[in-house]
């Protein structure tokens, strides 16, 4: 059986010629467009969006070769049915929480390490030529970095990102089992949660372990992130906070924002912007607590907040 070919299946299926397809991969690490958005924490985040021919490269390689690739079901961001609720749910009953973070992670998986990955996961299936040809397409050149590396807002970055943690996860967990420890990746937020107080101090020495034999990618905790939680403080997983009690909640200060911008909304104060924002935030809240968005209903009233959501579906059948 032959091996499946990149270039020749991309000529065939968007009836383009071989040499637009040389040119397209040629300049694919080349086509992005930057641009920066706060942080939560306050800075500045660099995302980083590939022009429309390398993006449906992208997302024809999503449906057509990455469904192969494999993805651990610790990883609980980008996948089907995956939720910040669902990650901070897995940790909501253990009394004690760590979490860490990596430095950098998309720009630290380097097209190099996806040939790797490919190779391993996809030899076989996959001619050499083609695993090479797909990690070009999939990455970005920073100005000042000879490596090409995932970007943040390339539609193949989240599931790249995911199936290139397989051995980390499946070794972090396996470690974790045999202690009675609960552990989730979302994306680069590592959350680790016990019910025995000491047994936390274990976990940085064994990630640092980890990372230094893993072949690829190469990672660096963020030590500025590194937290170690109990129920004597807040626990938040995920922008989730786990409560004393067990449940998972939205915390006051968020509840008291949706309900003022709610407020301005009924007024005719809220500009397109942040109608965006709070259909967000509503959206957040029905997943986590969606007790709070019943009592904004009978707090404002059924057509208020179904006029919030018909805006949204009004703003999108003007922008087809």
Avoid at 36 to 50: F, M, T
């Amino acid at each position: 059986m032959s091996s499946y070919e990149f270039r020749q299946d991309v000529v065939e299926f968007f009836s383009v010629s071989e040499h637009d397809v040389f040119r397209l991969l040629q300049r694919a690490p080349h086509t992005y467009k930057r641009y920066e958005i706060d942080k939560k924490s306050g800075g500045k985040r660099l995302v980083a969006q590939p022009a429309k021919e390398t993006k449906i490269l992208q997302r024809y390689l999503m449906r057509v070769v990455f469904n192969d690739l494999p993805i651990h079901e610790c990883a609980t961001a980008y996948s089907s049915g995956s939720s910040v609720r669902k990650n901070a749910e897995l940790h909501v009953v253990n009394p004690y929480i760590s979490k860490f973070d990596f430095v950098d992670f998309f720009g630290s998986i380097k097209e190099s390490d996806l040939i790797l990955h490919f190779s391993r996961f996809l030899g076989g299936k996959v001619s050499e030529q083609s695993i090479k040809d797909i990690a070009r397409v999939c990455c970005i050149q920073h100005k000042g970095r000879a490596d090409h590396c995932l970007s943040i807002g390339a539609p193949s970055s989240p599931v790249l990102s995911n199936s290139i943690m397989y051995d980390f996860d499946e070794q972090v967990e396996a470690w974790c089992k045999e202690r009675g420890i609960t552990y989730s990746r979302y994306a680069d937020d590592l959350t680790f949660s016990t019910s025995g107080k000491g047994v936390s101090a274990e976990i940085e020495p064994m990630i640092r372990g980890l990372l230094n034999d893993l072949p690829y990618p190469r990672l660096s905790l963020n030590d500025k992130k590194t937290l170690h939680l109990s129920k004597k403080v807040q626990r938040r997983v995920t922008g989730v906070i786990l409560n004393n009690e067990g449940k998972l909640s939205l915390g006051r200060e968020r509840k008291r924002k949706i309900s003022s911008m709610i407020h301005r909304f009924s007024l005719g104060q809220l500009d397109e912007k942040d109608v965006f924002q709070l259909q967000g935030l509503l959206g957040f809240a029905e997943d986590v607590e969606p007790l709070f968005v019943s009592r904004m209903r009978g707090k404002y009233g059924i057509g208020v907040i179904s006029a919030l959501f018909q805006k949204r579906s009004e703003g999108r059948i003007n922008k087809l």
